[in-house]
């Protein structure tokens, strides 16, 4: 009959050399793990997006190194518009929707973007009679309610308290594609270059137990209690 001893150790009861060395060695399997949720926020807030803004995202990769993309805005839609000019002659106009700028872009926003992603803010005097705002507009996270959307929609909304008339519609919908992105790969260094967030990780693991030199002990649990 033997008898085997082993001193095991949770991650935060190892030397702070050997817990640089877990760190440096666990950073991207970190990485990998944690970004599995905000993968999956990242894909529901651009899908959101391409429905609301007829726009489509192809060909893109976002990882540790860098992102790439492609994007189309849809052909089908065009914004048309007319009015009555004052000999009364009645105009008509059609432009490509990527093309749009100006007061014709602002007006295509305020028709069919905006009231989809917020709300007017709803007052209440306290007695009998309440009214909804004409300008102030709540706006938490519209497309999927993750904080994902925040990403994606910031030039959007900086566009639309601009006075920005330059602008068209593609190059709007490029920044806040880019925009969404670059937030999506700084979410990945972030997993992996932050030793205090990959510590932290590591810290809230007590599951997982260590020899003295930090190889990570992979037999039976109950032989280690």
Same mark, same amino acid.
């Given at each position: 009959?033997?008898?085997?001893?082993?001193?095991?150790?949770?991650?935060?009861?190892?030397?702070?050399?050997?817990?640089?060395?877990?760190?440096?060695?666990?950073?991207?399997?970190?990485?990998?793990?944690?970004?599995?949720?905000?993968?999956?926020?990242?894909?529901?807030?651009?899908?959101?997006?391409?429905?609301?803004?007829?726009?489509?995202?192809?060909?893109?990769?976002?990882?540790?190194?860098?992102?790439?993309?492609?994007?189309?805005?849809?052909?089908?839609?065009?914004?048309?518009?007319?009015?009555?000019?004052?000999?009364?002659?009645?105009?008509?106009?059609?432009?490509?929707?990527?093309? #749009?700028?100006?007061?014709?872009?602002?007006?295509?926003?305020?028709?069919?973007?905006?009231?989809?992603?917020?709300?007017?803010?709803?007052?209440?005097?306290?007695?009998?009679?309440?009214?909804?705002?004409?300008?102030?507009?709540?706006?938490?996270?519209?497309?999927?309610?993750?904080?994902?959307?925040?990403?994606?929609?910031?030039?959007?909304?900086?566009?639309?308290?601009?006075?920005?008339?330059?602008?068209?519609?593609?190059?709007?919908?490029?920044?806040?594609?880019?925009?969404?992105?670059?937030?999506?790969?700084?979410?990945?260094?972030?997993?992996?270059?932050?030793?205090?967030?990959?510590?932290?990780?590591?810290?809230?693991?007590?599951?997982?137990?260590?020899?003295?030199?930090?190889?990570?002990?992979?037999?039976?649990?109950? #032989?280690?209690?």
């Amino acid at each position: 009959m033997k008898q085997v001893s082993l001193t095991l150790y949770t991650f935060d009861e190892l030397t702070p050399e050997v817990q640089n060395k877990v760190i440096d060695r666990e950073r991207f399997n970190i990485m990998d793990r944690q970004m599995e949720i905000s993968n999956s926020s990242f894909r529901k807030t651009l899908a959101k997006f391409e429905q609301l803004f007829s726009t489509s995202v192809f060909n893109w990769e976002v990882d540790y190194c860098g992102f790439t993309y492609r994007y189309k805005i849809s052909e089908i839609d065009a914004y048309c518009f007319d009015y009555v000019r004052k000999d009364g002659e009645e105009v008509f106009g059609e432009f490509p929707l990527e093309e #749009l700028s100006g007061k014709l872009l602002r007006r295509y926003i305020n028709n069919n973007i905006v009231p989809c992603l917020f709300t007017r803010k709803f007052y209440w005097n306290g007695r009998s009679r309440s009214r909804h705002s004409r300008i102030i507009r709540n706006c938490v996270c519209p497309l999927t309610g993750e904080v994902t959307d925040t990403c994606i929609l910031k030039p959007f909304i900086e566009f639309l308290s601009s006075h920005d008339f330059k602008t068209t519609y593609s190059q709007l919908i490029d920044q806040c594609i880019g925009s969404m992105f670059s937030a999506w790969h700084e979410e990945f260094q972030l997993w992996a270059d932050d030793d205090n967030s990959v510590r932290g990780v590591l810290m809230d693991d007590l599951d997982t137990l260590y020899y003295s030199d930090g190889t990570v002990y992979s037999g039976p649990l109950e #032989l280690a209690v």
